[in-house]
């Protein structure tokens, strides 16, 4: 990707009611505020950043062409664009992708216009399951493990010291060999206090385990596997640890809390034998008794344990394999209760059409910037658009847990005809359709669809989803799961879909939808698959 990120992700994190005019985010130059909620839409605006990540000094001729995306999250892992606003726009308005009363989390994200934001590389996020958990207590307790215990503390006892440290160790040998990390993060969950935990806020922080295997299930305040000692001695594994990588301020209200460790993933990615586990370090510079206690694997409530996100994509490049002899073994087996890995993948290659009933039934529309599906007259198809994704990246034998297809509305004609439309998505069945060819009567730009020149209509498998956009042009989204599962468990599949128009709508009416060719490359279509490895 030909940009230089002027400034990296933004979170903006609101929940409805999207009561919050006046209120602001700030993190480096960036100031986002928000006002409006409910059917009448909101509005976003922001200062645009004056400076690089790297604090180098954004040219000033650059500033006015600087492209704005908006994202929304559910679950603040997994990320969607749904507005760009270019040419150095500082504001948004429109309806928000969420609905109110659900909660929603919003991010934004600067760049200089370059080259096509789009590549041919799946980009994944992955939330590692397999992992295990520990503390070390100094003094009284130095000798006991505790990684059965609920919780991860961080204490500092007497002011000023270190009387806690957490371990943490994750197997992310289900991570592709040629990852590239774009972002990784460290959730923990503070749960409780011990009394009132101390200072208002606590400053926690996250290093990489160095120079010695912590072995979790035995590890103490004494030594790393209850074998031999820390290097430092009965110091739970002070001198042991990498500089910090990363440090929050917790406060006292009870949430996730989330530590960027991009660089140390990255790192073990590249060198999994670094792999030696993560310190959580309590802050040495508290107050005495001043405490947080997170959750640990071992939490009653599985919702609330350890999470490490990962996004990552995949390049194409040469590498030199390491001896299997130098590859750590993987964890155990993840214990009953402990997930299995999950993995959410954008995919990043396809392409697409549609066909055109009547005097353009021998036109092909592969380079159109539209998805076209239109029904003419009432009841009956007049455009139908297909889709070919390419999911060899994905690994074998997985299983998918949820797919969904998002396309954006861009346009219509005419006005779009009847208020609602919906919209099927099926699958191609007994014929392989070439898209750079295909035309409303010949399914390769030679040879006849099945049933003659009807545009593929009896190649058309049942409808695997359907939905109804009114005319607000914005992203619709399809639950393609079982359709996406049926293609990865079938080997030969061919991976085509159809985006059909109404059958029970009034003539001419229709709906447009952001092709692989539209100019704004944050409309396109996109499929996310989110799925994880059979064992």
Not at 2 to 8: D, E, P, S
Not at 410 to 426: C, I, R
Request: proline share 7%; hydrophobic share 40%.
């Amino acid at each position: 990707m030909n940009r230089k990120t002027v400034l990296a992700f933004t979170f903006l994190f609101f929940s409805f009611p999207f009561y919050c005019a006046g209120g602001e985010s700030r993190i480096s130059e960036v100031v986002a505020h928000t006002a409006g909620a409910g059917t009448e839409g909101a509005i976003i605006s922001w200062h645009n950043p004056t400076i690089y990540e790297d604090n180098g000094e954004l040219p000033a001729n650059l500033r006015a062409t600087l492209e704005t995306r908006l994202y929304f999250s559910l679950d603040r892992a997994r990320w969607t664009p749904f507005a760009l606003v270019p040419n150095g726009g500082e504001s948004w308005s429109g309806l928000l992708p969420v609905a109110q009363g659900v909660p929603g989390y919003y991010a934004l994200t600067s760049t200089i216009p370059g080259s096509d934001l789009t590549d041919p590389f799946d980009e994944v996020t992955a939330t590692i399951g397999n992992f295990q958990d520990t503390f070390v207590v100094f003094g009284d307790g130095a000798g006991t493990n505790f990684s059965s215990e609920p919780v991860i503390i961080a204490h500092t006892w007497p002011a000023g010291h270190a009387a806690t440290r957490g371990f943490l160790k994750w197997d992310l040998s289900s991570l592709p060999a040629d990852a590239r990390v774009l972002n990784a993060s460290l959730r923990l969950y503070y749960v409780d206090p011990e009394g009132e935990g101390g200072d208002n806020t606590y400053m926690v922080s996250v290093a990489k385990v160095a120079g010695v295997n912590v072995d979790i299930g035995q590890a103490t305040g004494n030594s790393p596997d209850n074998i031999v000692s820390w290097t430092g001695g009965a110091d739970g594994g002070a001198k042991n640890l990498a500089p910090v990588e990363t440090a929050v301020a917790v406060g006292k209200n009870r949430g996730w809390v989330v530590w960027n460790v991009t660089n140390m993933v990255q790192e073990w990615v590249e060198a999994p034998w670094t792999n030696q586990g993560m310190a959580i370090d309590p802050d040495p510079a508290a107050s005495e008794g001043s405490n947080r206690h997170f959750a640990s694997r071992e939490h009653p409530d599985p919702k609330l344990h350890p999470e490490l996100v990962i996004t990552y994509r995949r390049y194409p490049h040469d590498s030199t394999q390491q001896e299997l002899s130098s590859l750590p073994a993987p964890l155990p087996l993840a214990e009953q209760g402990n997930p299995a890995d999950t993995f959410t993948v954008e995919i990043g290659k396809y392409e697409d059409t549609f066909v055109n009933l009547g005097v353009n039934s021998v036109v092909n529309y592969f380079a159109d910037p539209l998805i076209r599906t239109y029904t003419w007259k009432e009841n009956n198809v007049a455009n139908r658009g297909f889709i070919r994704w390419e999911l060899s990246g994905l690994p074998t034998d997985i299983t998918v847990k949820n797919a969904t297809l998002w396309l954006y509305y861009v346009a219509e004609e005419n006005g779009g005809g009847d208020n609602t439309y919906t919209v099927n998505v099926s699958s191609v069945t007994g014929v392989s359709p070439d898209l750079e060819f295909a035309t409303w009567n010949r399914y390769d730009g030679i040879s006849a669809w099945p049933g003659g020149q009807n545009g593929g209509a009896e190649a058309v498998s049942p409808a695997a989803a359907s939905s109804t956009s009114g005319k607000t042009q914005r992203w619709v989204s399809w639950d393609v799961t079982g359709m996406v599962a049926e293609w990865v468990a079938g080997p030969g599949m061919d991976f085509v879909m159809v985006i059909d128009a109404d059958t029970s709508a009034s003539a001419d009416s229709n709906r447009f939808f952001a092709s692989g060719e539209y100019p704004d490359p944050g409309l396109r279509p996109q499929l996310l698959i989110t799925y994880t490895k059979n064992r």
